[in-house]
């Protein structure tokens, strides 16, 4: 039993119905040969934990462009009962640039999905890591998180009302197909070029910079919790970069309060 708690259910069980969907994604990629590997505060759980970390609420995985293009193709040409996958391809409401690999007969509202009529299943994100330049690195960024927030405004999410809100109704007048069209774009505009760096350009967080292509391409397997999962070799110098000593527990003060932002549990 943990001592934490989510929406009054024992951390344990979120992250028992989060395994057995990495397991699903696991299992397809080795079936299919697709690439993936842990990603950020999953890899440290593997590293220090040999899982979870135990305060932590989600499972974050990453696949090279081309291999998340395949990985969603397969899971929409073979629904599944148990398991769907979420990106805004599949859903045309759905906001985030990157997907989520859902449970089907779960319940895990995010209070800023509410109202969206989207699948809210319990979740682990996959995230596309894209081919950059290190000097158009930023504006890429800047160019994908604009039309996701176009989108964002387009099917009905709270933002706040200031000038940059008035800019993306302007935009929002385009179709949707044009808005995922053109985000699509902005992230894969240089996957015909075999960089030498590449960035999870999706979800821009602790730092924008360049990665090592080979840091997504060349996998180990480690145990987490009683599974066997890829994550980077060079795992010790990605982590450090990103965080610091991330063998070092932080103080319990520090451990972030689980899933304030859920509105409906039912696992």
Not at 132 to 154: D, E, G, M, T
Not at 161 to 171: D, E, L, P, S
Request: net charge positive.
């Amino acid at each position: 039993m943990s001592k934490y708690k989510v929406c009054g259910y024992d951390m344990e069980v979120l992250h028992a119905r989060q395994l057995e969907i990495a397991a699903e994604v696991d299992r397809i990629c080795r079936k299919n040969g697709f690439r993936y590997s842990l990603y950020g505060g999953s890899v440290i759980g593997a590293v220090r934990h040999n899982g979870f970390i135990p305060w932590d609420h989600d499972i974050d995985l990453c696949m090279p462009r081309k291999d998340y293009e395949k990985f969603r193709k397969y899971c929409k040409k073979h629904p599944s009962e148990k398991f769907f996958f979420s990106n805004y391809y599949s859903e045309k409401k759905y906001p985030n640039n990157w997907g989520k690999m859902r449970s089907t007969n779960t319940v895990f509202q995010e209070k800023e999905l509410v109202g969206l009529n989207i699948h809210n299943g319990v979740f682990i994100d996959i995230h596309p890591i894209d081919n950059i330049l290190p000097f158009f690195l930023k504006l890429q960024v800047r160019i994908a998180s604009f039309w996701a927030c176009v989108h964002h405004v387009k099917v009905g999410m709270q933002y706040p009302k200031n000038f940059k809100r008035v800019i993306y109704k302007i935009f929002g007048i385009l179709p949707l197909w044009l808005i995922n069209f053109n985000r699509d774009l902005a992230m894969k505009l240089f996957d015909w070029l075999p960089t030498k760096y590449v960035y999870k350009i999706c979800h821009p967080n602790n730092g924008i910079y360049p990665i090592k292509r080979s840091t997504f391409e060349e996998l180990i397997e480690h145990k987490f919790e009683d599974k066997t999962f890829f994550i980077p070799k060079d795992y010790d110098e990605f982590l450090r970069k990103r965080y610091g000593n991330y063998m070092e527990f932080p103080p319990e003060a520090e451990e972030t309060e689980c899933c304030t932002s859920i509105t409906e549990c039912k696992l």
